[in-house]
Nanobody, 125 residues
Framework: VQLQASGGGWVQAGGFLKLSCAASGRTFSTATMGMGWFRQVPGKEREFVASISSSGVSRYYEDSVKGRFTISRDNAKNSVYLQMNNLKPEDTAVYYC?????????????????WGQGTQVTVSS
């Protein structure tokens, strides 16, 4: 089971990026799993960004990204996305996607069972 995150890069403040996370594995499907995005900067703990339920109906965001970031998913493609608009320098971090063996969303790191390798997002002022 692997989660592959992509789409990170360098952008100026006010710009946008779209992160993608694709799951792979012979019998692995994220269609019944809650998915989330987290981020981490050196020296700090990994923090919650956004999460989505298995159906895609329920979504939850960290306060600082509400109105700027949108999480979505395509279960047919075993993928989850994070559209990030109006990026700020404080959004700079390594972003990780994660999946949990539960249908609901969650903001708790320890409730996730599978993690991607991370993709760097750098926002310059």
């Amino acid at each position: 089971v692997q989660l592959q995150a992509s789409g990170g890069g360098w952008v100026q403040a006010g710009g946008f990026l779209k992160l993608s996370c694709a799951a792979s594995g012979r019998t692995f499907s994220t269609a019944t799993m809650g998915m989330g995005w987290f981020r981490q900067v050196p020296g700090k703990e990994r923090e919650f960004v956004a999460s989505i339920s298995s159906s895609g109906v329920s979504r939850y965001y960290e306060d600082s990204v509400k109105g700027r970031f949108t999480i979505s998913r395509d279960n047919a493609k075993n993928s989850v996305y994070l559209q990030m608009n109006n990026l700020k320098p404080e959004d700079t971090a390594v972003y990780y996607c994660a999946a949990r063996r539960g249908t609901s969303y969650s903001s708790t790191v320890n409730l996730y069972d599978y993690w991607g390798q991370g993709t760097q997002v750098t926002v310059s002022s």
